[in-house]
């Protein structure tokens, strides 16, 4: 990971690729890298479709090594549908294989004239664009399969749908897992529309005759990794409860909790949740011949993931994960698994966020389009994106935007972009995380919930009401750096409760790049990139005032705690004060 | 609220366990000692070891709160009881009792304010993820009443592999044929209600 990919896809006669050394963002690695290079390169006041816009692909620090979780694959740009900085990650296998070719950035900037659609294909050889209209409106599935028609199934495919080309908001960029199938998706923030803009349709990467990347120290690092794949295996979240039931596992809990939204957010419990729990789908996943239990990339250890069959035990999907069959399910009164399975693949096949497509179906319902609970209703409603129509590229263009459109009083997002699946007034910190993120509403900007082994912010009192904000700040921080280790999320939990393992992972990147990295170095990088996407959000004009949620959180009690969020303005604005 | 019901009993493989898990996650009634702790219930009642119950049952809720002290949450009458093992997510997190997030769910821990009656009591009871089969056959040994229409549906969509694996079944200590049990004509028509009491034998091999 010595070099970057340039490409300016609107230079004077046809792209033009340069590759230049990685020079500053050496030894850096997916968020850390998008968010400086966006930073530092886009203006902030560029339009996102625009030319000026640039869309940066990162691998993390350790992809493409024999790490274990080290496959997450990072995209960054200025977000169409929030208007800030964005970064988006997903698993898949194209962060492993762009990290085996050397790459420690994929930069598409500029715009091209004219309808001509191109694909990338890069290798140990060198990097070839060429123009192939015939993949035009071509969603992911069918076009994943013409691909591999024309370049095996050796390459791992990074590809938009046709949501991605028509530059709808919700737009997401899909990568191919280990059965090169389009599931595993950078889904937030319309990264998708950005990779439409260039049009870019595919970017196929084959590290055919390529070797693993190799450590400084290759016997520490075999060492490190073992050690680190031992407390994965024996912590029961990640050795036990993600493999058995994946992530939907929550859907019980939330419920109990009450801070399960339910029928756009108006009330915390969905009566029939245990229809379309975890376990429950886990169940029939079994039973129709699909898995509960498969992993999204190669040297994924935790297998959280699954395939869900249909009842004559034909694919349709990958196992939609809780915050789809929230957003898709008990949001929009759903409780019928087939149907939220058949609307996860319809997303994915399209390019679009499982989560801002479900809000936007419930927010469509509270419009009157459909019925709360009419799963058929909802799946018509995905097909309009499919086809384009203009009420499809309203809903395309997520759940702002739509409840504009219809006139909804109440909408769950923060700076444009949909609230996931917990509600923040029983869950009031985490309500805290997504009126201030940089990223607009996200549960994962503030995942990494191992602050108090990794020190961040010095030992925070978690019993006080002000620990909230603080907790928010120190969440935030961790997962910026975890976010750009490349690793996935999941790997917080083992942490958390193992400080061994947290060792072990700090091992793997100090043997890997001949390093001397403690915790305080992992938390510096965190307020480094946040404080390189709060000043991006900053000259594009966003203030405090932009880091609130919207009023009916204030002003709706919700059952059956009937709470409303009550963290004020005055702590809301000391998040980031470090 | 502890009502006469009859008791249909189940010798089942371990393995049938799981043909209970829509039932457990949806709830059961069970009978307790209305006023007595949480932890009285699972470590005295139950006689659940402390370890396990302090290790694995980390994610607990009376009556839509999360607990985060057993010995001091205080099962009523009527109450609702969730458990569960060690949830992903930062939410997960934050649900588990006594957890370093635990201030993030602040305004909704559980918490006793009053005193509560003692005496014969009944609470449902939920079990999730890997308490589903954990702590699905100390629930089902000491019998779980549940609605007779539940009950008829219950027994009525088992596949022949679940009667395949039920050695011995008794109402109210007679012997009934599965054949019966399957179209509802084992259980008595009368009372809402039915206690079920399942046997769970080790696999042979």
Redesign the interface.
């Known amino acids: 990971m010595d070099k970057i990919l340039r490409i300016d896809m609107g230079a004077q006669g046809g792209p033009k690729m340069t590759t230049e050394p990685v020079g500053e963002y050496l030894g850096l690695g997916g968020r850390a890298t998008t968010s400086l290079i966006v930073n530092k390169e886009v203006h902030p006041l560029a339009h996102p479709l625009g030319a000026e816009n640039k869309l940066v692909i990162s691998p993390g620090m350790l992809s493409g090594s024999t790490g274990a979780m080290t496959g997450r694959l990072s995209v960054g740009c200025k977000s169409p549908l929030t208007g800030t900085i964005k970064e988006s990650n997903a698993g898949g296998q194209a962060a492993q294989v762009l990290a085996r070719l050397g790459y420690a950035a994929i930069i598409l900037e500029g715009k091209p004239e004219g309808d001509e659609l191109y694909k990338i294909f890069i290798n140990k050889d060198g990097v070839k664009i060429s123009v192939d209209n015939s993949l035009k409106l071509l969603d992911n599935y069918p076009l994943v399969e013409k691909l591999r028609g024309e370049y095996g199934d050796k390459p791992a495919y990074v590809t938009i749908g046709s949501a991605g080309e028509r530059q709808l908001l919700a737009a997401s960029i899909a990568c191919t897992d280990p059965e090169l199938r389009p599931t595993r998706h950078c889904g937030r923030g319309g990264v998708g529309a950005v990779m439409g803009s260039k049009k870019v349709k595919a970017i196929i990467l084959d590290d055919s005759g390529l070797k693993h990347r190799t450590p400084v120290n290759p016997e520490k690092y075999r060492d490190a990794n073992r050690k680190f794949v031992e407390g994965l295996r024996k ?4 050795g ?3 493999p ?2 994946g ?1 939907n ?2 859907t ?3 419920n ?4 399960y939204p339910t029928y756009n957010f108006k009330t915390g ?1 969905f009566p029939n949740g ?1 229809k379309i ?4 789908q886990a ?1 029939l996943e079994v039973k129709r011949g699909g898995s509960a239990t498969h992993g999204c990339h190669r040297g994924c250890v935790i297998q ?1 993931s699954g395939i869900f069959n249909d009842a004559e035990g034909n694919y349709v999907t990958k196992q939609p994960e ?1 915050e789809t069959v929230w957003s898709h399910g008990g949001n929009c009164g759903i409780d019928d698994l087939d149907v939220i399975a058949r609307l996860d693949y319809m997303d994915d096949n399209i390019g679009v966020d499982t989560i801002e497509m479900g809000a936007t179906i419930g927010v469509a319902m509270d419009a009157g389009l459909a019925e709360f609970g009419d799963g058929a209703a909802a799946i018509r409603l995905v097909e309009e994106v499919a086809k384009g129509t203009p009420l499809g590229r309203i809903l395309g263009c997520g759940a702002e935007i739509t409840g504009k459109v219809f006139g909804v009083e109440k909408v769950p997002v923060v700076k444009g972009q949909a609230i996931p699946a ?1 509600d923040p007034r ?5 309500g805290v ?1 997504y009126a201030t993120s940089t990223q607009g509403a996200d ?1 994962t900007a ?2 990494a ?1 191992a ?2 082994i990794l020190k961040v912010g010095g030992d925070v009192d ?4 002000e ?2 904000v603080a ?2 700040r120190d ?1 935030q921080i961790a997962t910026a750096a975890i976010d750009s280790t490349g690793m996935c999320l ?1 790997i917080a ?1 083992a942490i ?1 409760d193992q400080p061994e393992t947290f060792q072990a992972l700090l091992d793997m990147l100090n043997a890997f790049y001949g390093t001397n990295l403690t915790g305080d170095d992992v938390v510096a990088l965190g307020k480094k990139v946040l404080s390189a996407e709060r000043d991006f959000n900053k000259r594009a004009g966003f203030t405090a005032q932009h880091d609130r949620l919207p009023r009916f959180f204030y002003t709706d009690p919700i059952a ?2 009937n ?1 409303t969020f ?1 963290v004020s303005d005055e702590e809301m604005d000391q998040v980031f004060n470090w | 609220m502890s009502q006469a019901c009859s008791t249909l009993q189940l010798f089942l493989h371990r393995e049938q366990v799981r043909a209970f898990s829509a039932i457990v996650q949806q709830g059961f009634s069970f009978r307790v000692e209305a006023g007595s702790t949480l932890e009285d219930l699972l470590c005295r009642q139950l006689r659940l070891d402390p370890d396990f119950v302090r290790g694995r049952i980390t994610t607990i809720f009376l009556d839509y709160k999360p607990v985060d002290d057993i010995k001091t949450a205080v099962l009523r009458d009527g109450s609702t009881l969730a458990l569960s093992g060690a949830m992903p997510g930062l939410v997960g997190a934050t649900m588990r009792r006594g957890g370093f997030y635990s201030a993030m769910r602040g305004g909704i821990s559980h918490g006793e304010e009053s005193a509560v009656p003692s005496g014969e009591g009944e609470i449902k009871v939920k079990l999730f993820n890997l308490m589903m089969e954990e702590l699905g056959p100390i629930f089902l040994l000491k019998g779980i009443v549940l609605p007779l229409s539940e009950m008829k549906d219950f027994l009525a969509r088992q596949d022949p592999a679940f009667w395949k694996g039920c050695s011995e079944s008794t109402l109210d200590g007679r012997p009934v044929l599965p054949e019966a049990l399957i179209k509802g004509e084992g259980i008595p028509q009368a009372g809402e209600r039915v206690r079920l009491c399942v046997v769970f034998e080790e696999l042979k091999s």
Do not use: D, R, W
């Open positions: 912590h029961p979240v990640t036990e409860g993600l058995a039931y992530t596992v929550l019980n809990v939330l109990e909790a009450g801070g419990v245990a729990s975890g376990e429950a169940e959280c809780y917990y029983p869950i009031q910190g985490i995380t549960h503030g995942y919930i602050t108090n978690p019993l006080k009401t620990g909230q907790l928010s969440l999941f939990f958390m059956p705690h709470q009550s």
